[in-house]
């Protein structure tokens, strides 16, 4: 059902929602900016240029909200949108920010140049960016954050967790996971949360440092490997068993979970929660050849 | 590790085992830390192509890419039952194997179950690792061929600043590669290496994809 083409240069639109349906946002370029409310109802406020329309349409399961270029170039539009916090958001834009604060839903978002800031989300949760920094805070379920060219974080959430970047840093913080991967290439890789037992914890980067915080009740079967970086722990531990290269593995109490950390050229280090990460080549040089 | 258990960790996993046998399974990986790798890079595995897309990419982009990999552009959905049948080497195979189809071919694996009969690498069972790890896999420099030309081709759709982004990303990549590469001639039987290197054969690949995707969306 259409229910609204806004030619207006100001909208300012209410519709009704049921629970079941979820929000579609779709622009090119500005923001999306997502916040929630207790009414079954969505609010869409934008003030477009020119150039632009904003159209809302509502079908039985989902309601739309998207952006046109009317005439000329590229267009630039703000939304501004109060949502239910059970609504299931999926937010897409090209040269757009993007932020959630409150959802109690799943969310996807995916922008090419824009940042990502998402506090909330419950179930598939699932931030894109590809130059642009993607941060999720007090999310649970199955979590995936995913940059390019940018850092990428994770804090106070949990659920499964994968955090992936390229030429960026990976900051896990007061995350509960049952399992935990955190990739990159170019970059940092830090996690800082409980080691359940029976979890998996993967870490890998090519070119950049792995600190992971271990507390000491921990149990976990920890296995280390790099080819041409450093192991440092901040205790002590006793090694279980050596290989050819540089690896090696290690159990902490019952060995439990698993622990897989893994840098090509990085130092790997374990440090008790709370500790200050030791010093660190903030002047990331990214032409390591 | 030895080969009387780590032939078996994919029945193993597939919970082919008796229970006798699988009692003494788990007895055996809890003490012998190569089968305990193995096992979870199986999984790891299997896990990856568990979470690989099911939305079908746009058909025209990705038919050429099917076709050089050598395999039908789509097979028809069959609830058969998991199956996985991994030698150690093999393993290692199908991770780079996986790198390709997770970057061009998703529609080749249906989301669920998952079904690789039969090593999706031309590689002896008890080939040397080096056979496998250093970029012997059938299809994929042709994979990563054909997305490099989808992206030099439609670079013009996207903005430059993206266009910067992206090929700034691939050479980090390719240099990681170069590294890996490197690592495993001077060390072939390292498991590590070679996994690593399959992992950043799969950043590749999903880049490119990344990219394609962008430059079908724009055009």
Not at chain 1, 211 to 221: D, G, I, P, R
Request: proline letters at 4%; charged letters at 25%.
């Amino acid at each position: 059902m259409f229910l609204l083409l806004a030619l207006l240069q100001q909208i300012d639109s209410t519709v009704p929602v049921e629970r079941g349906q979820r929000l579609e946002v779709s622009t090119y370029a500005g923001e999306i900016a997502v916040k929630t409310w207790n009414r079954n109802a969505v609010r869409v406020v934008a003030d477009p240029d020119s150039r632009a329309t904003v159209e809302i349409d509502r079908s039985a399961t989902v309601v739309t909200v998207r952006t046109q270029r009317r005439r000329g170039g590229p267009s630039m539009v703000d939304l501004q949108i109060t949502a239910p916090a059970w609504m299931a958001l999926d937010l897409s834009g090209v040269y757009t920010d993007v932020t959630v604060v409150g959802a109690r839903g799943p969310i996807a978002v995916e922008t090419v140049q824009g940042e990502v800031s998402v506090e909330g989300g419950d179930g598939l949760v699932s931030l894109q960016s590809v130059h642009g920094s993607v941060s999720l805070r007090g999310a649970k379920g199955s979590l995936e954050v995913h940059s390019v060219n940018e850092d990428v974080s994770v804090t106070g959430s949990s659920g499964e967790v994968t955090a992936e970047t390229v030429n960026g840093s990976v900051t896990l913080s007061k995350v509960d996971g049952t399992s935990v991967t955190a990739t990159s290439v170019n970059g940092d890789l830090d996690y800082d949360g409980p080691i359940r037992d029976g979890g998996r914890y993967t870490f890998s980067t090519h070119n950049g440092d792995i600190t992971l915080s271990v507390a000491e009740a921990s149990n976990a079967s920890v296995s280390v490997s790099t080819f041409n970086g450093e192991f440092e722990s901040s205790f002590p531990v006793t090694l279980t068993e050596t290989r050819k290269g540089k690896r090696f593995s290690f159990r902490l109490g019952t060995g439990s979970a698993q622990v897989t950390l893994e840098s090509f050229q990085g130092t790997i280090q374990l440090v008790r929660p709370g500790a200050a990460r030791s010093a660190r080549d903030e002047d990331h040089d990214e032409d390591w050849e | 590790m030895s080969d009387q258990w780590s032939d078996r960790l994919s029945e193993y996993l597939d919970g082919d085992l008796t229970e006798a046998e699988h009692l003494a399974m788990e007895a055996h990986v809890e003490g012998c830390r190569e089968c305990a790798e193995t096992l979870a890079g199986l999984r790891r595995t299997v896990m990856r192509a568990r979470s690989l897309e099911d939305r079908p990419p746009a058909h025209d982009l990705w038919s050429g890419i099917a076709e050089r990999i050598g395999t039908p552009a789509r097979i028809a959905a069959a609830p058969r039952r998991r199956r996985i049948a991994f030698s150690v080497p093999q393993l290692l195979a199908a991770g780079i194997a996986l790198a390709v189809l997770s970057g061009g071919s998703v529609w080749l694996l249906q989301p669920s179950p998952l079904t690789i009969a039969r090593p999706l690498v031309e590689v002896p069972g008890d080939a040397p690792v080096t056979q496998v790890g250093v970029g012997t896999v059938k299809g994929y420099d042709a994979a990563v061929d054909d997305l490099e030309r989808v992206l030099a081709q439609g670079r013009g759709k996207l903005d430059s600043a993206t266009v910067r982004i992206l090929e700034q990303n691939l050479a980090i990549i390719d240099r990681a590669l170069a590294q890996a590469r490197q690592a495993v001639a001077a060390d072939s039987a390292n498991l590590y290496l070679n996994s690593h290197l399959a992992e950043t054969m799969r950043r590749k690949i999903d880049l490119l994809r990344q990219a394609a995707t962008l430059v079908s969306a724009a055009s």
